[in-house]
């Protein structure tokens, strides 16, 4: 089975920026319906970002901060997160429908990458 490996994560300040990204591994041939989830302390996990025939949706938190992106030539899913607030803080989380060895496999989670973000 395929992996999804988050990256990026880490603290910052408020008003900084930082760029996670969503590799998949080598045995994913393909990564469809990508988005990007998180979890704070106490929390249900959210939506954050998620791109899917061509249409992106953004939580309303995030809009006009963070940028989902993808490069198919390295299957790589990105979140581009700018002007973060403390409360972005949180374990963020990638989710794609992966195809591995000519199966799909519909909602598959990456380990997570924690964000901080200080006041």
């Known amino acids: 089975q395929g992996q999804l490996v988050e990256s990026g994560g880490g603290l910052v300040q408020a008003g900084g920026s930082l760029r996670l990204s969503c590799a998949a591994s080598?045995?994913?041939?393909?990564?469809?319906?990508p988005g990007w989830y998180r979890q704070a302390p106490g929390k249900q996990r959210e939506l954050v970002a998620v791109?899917?025939?061509?249409?992106?949706n953004y939580a309303d938190s995030v809009k006009g901060r963070f940028t989902i992106s993808r490069d198919n030539t390295k299957n790589t899913v990105y979140l581009q997160m700018n002007d973060l607030k403390p409360e972005d803080t949180a374990v963020y989380y990638c989710?794609?429908?992966?195809?591995?060895?000519?199966?799909?496999?519909?909602?598959?989670w990456g380990q997570g990458t924690q964000v901080t973000v200080s006041s």
């Open positions: 989710n794609a429908d992966i195809e591995v060895m000519g199966v799909m496999i519909r909602g598959y």
């Open positions: 080598r045995t994913i041939f393909k990564i469809n319906n």
């Open positions: 791109t899917s025939g061509g249409s992106t």
